[in-house]
């Protein structure tokens, strides 16, 4: 059992276990894992599976907790890897940021089996449906980055599609590991949904380089476009977590949402 208490604490111990699972080699494929992780450091998605773990079951957050967060940050590392080479093979510009495929290949699949070797060190009776609800994610990301293979996705179908299962299937294992009624777990996941791509349109908005963010052609999207898109689904969160404040706690998710949607990404005006 652990109480940490702050957004800053967990991304450590977090941060920790990554450390952990991943190790460190001067094997190409394992610095380019670590590479990706180290990409996405404010631990969203892993904050996203503590924080509803927190908000649905109203107890403290466990070790077996902070390892399905990492887990999920693994799957996210997968994600980002993925994403680039799916966009270096849609574009035929190269510069000093093409990686060779054969290598994102195998670092990407480091990740997403390391993402399964951190889950099974954690032992929980709600483990089983925990595992599920990851492995699902896991191909579902899997098969959506295989269709890209045939057409490169616009920005809208890559956010609800890639971002959308990310966020939907971190809060889908942190609902499982609570053992919730399938009613608020359906609510939860819609929430995970929303919120993972409204943070995903905005932090688009904020690159300097957007190159490293898909599989798809930033050029052909108007940025007031992206940001209604993301204000949109932050709306649709926002909506459900009000309804879901009837029967839960909602603080702990409020403090994710505030510490990432407060001011600095400029939505607020299209709300």
């Not at 925990?130 to 269709?147: W, Y």
Request: with cysteine; charged share 20%; glycine share 6%.
């Amino acid at each position: 059992m652990t109480t940490l208490s702050t957004l800053d604490e967990r991304r450590n111990t977090i941060n920790q276990r990554l450390e952990t699972a991943l190790g460190s080699s001067d094997d190409h494929s394992v610095v380019l894992a670590n590479s990706a992780i180290n990409s996405c450091s404010d631990r969203w998605y892993g904050q996203l599976v503590a924080l509803s773990y927190a908000t649905i079951a109203d107890q403290p957050i466990t070790d077996v907790v902070l390892s399905a967060s990492a887990a999920t940050e693994l799957l996210r590392g997968y994600c980002q890897l993925r994403s680039e080479l799916l966009y270096q093979l849609h574009t035929s510009q190269r510069n000093s940021l093409t990686r060779d495929p054969v290598k994102m290949l195998l670092a990407g699949d480091y990740l997403n089996s390391t993402a399964y070797t951190v889950f099974f060190e954690a032992g929980n009776q709600q483990f089983e449906k925990a595992l599920e609800a990851l492995i699902e994610t896991s191909r579902s990301l899997i098969d959506s980055f295989n269709a890209t293979r045939i057409k490169s996705f616009d920005t809208y179908t890559f956010l609800d599609k890639l971002v959308g299962i990310l966020g939907e299937g971190a809060v889908t294992i942190a609902a499982n590991l609570t053992g919730s009624n399938t009613v608020l777990r359906n609510e939860f996941t819609n929430l995970g949904r929303a919120l993972s791509s409204a943070y995903h349109a905005f932090n688009i908005l904020e690159l300097e380089d957007r190159r490293s963010v898909g599989p798809i052609d930033h050029s052909q999207y108007e940025e007031s476009d992206l940001c209604q898109y993301g204000a949109r689904h932050f709306r649709g969160a926002m909506y459900t977590l009000n309804e879901l404040q009837e029967v839960v706690d909602v603080e702990p998710l409020l403090e994710l949402i505030d510490a990432h949607f407060g001011g600095k990404m400029g939505y607020k005006k299209w709300i």
